[in-house]
């Protein structure tokens, strides 16, 4: 299903939306709070920029929106629908959700943002992209 060559694959790993061979990030592990928003500059396989423009990733801010409204509809359902919490318990499962999800959130809007406007090119290697 995740196969190379799928915008997804690029989405849920991390790596670089024109050739998926590298990660994005200096350190995998969203969870290393410290690090969270540290990336490479660019790939070092295709040498594709991921900072195509100064504050670039300020647009995914809206898409941080979309997909936290997706983790609290999971959380709503599974403590409401199948656990049969209360609303208020509901609300703080919600809430923790958002919480301890936030780090994956941030990283997955930011994987969808640059996947807007990168297709993926298997033959790119070494070439310069700006």
Request: glycine content about 4%; some cysteine; charged content about 15%.
């Amino acid at each position: 299903m995740l196969k190379k060559g799928n915008k997804l694959y690029s989405i849920l790993t991390g790596s670089c939306p024109k050739c998926h061979k590298e990660s994005m990030y200096a350190n995998k592990n969203p969870y290393v709070l410290s690090q969270l928003f540290n990336m490479h500059e660019r790939c070092s396989n295709c040498n594709t920029k991921y900072k195509i423009e100064p504050s670039f990733f300020y647009g995914s801010m809206y898409v941080s929106y979309g997909v936290g409204i997706a983790f609290a509809a999971a959380a709503f359902v599974i403590a409401f629908l199948i656990l049969g919490a209360s609303l208020v318990n509901t609300f703080i499962a919600i809430v923790a959700t958002l919480m301890v999800f936030l780090p994956v959130i941030i990283r997955l809007s930011r994987n969808i943002w640059i996947n807007f406007f990168f297709k993926y090119e298997p033959e790119a290697k070494s070439q310069v992209s700006q």
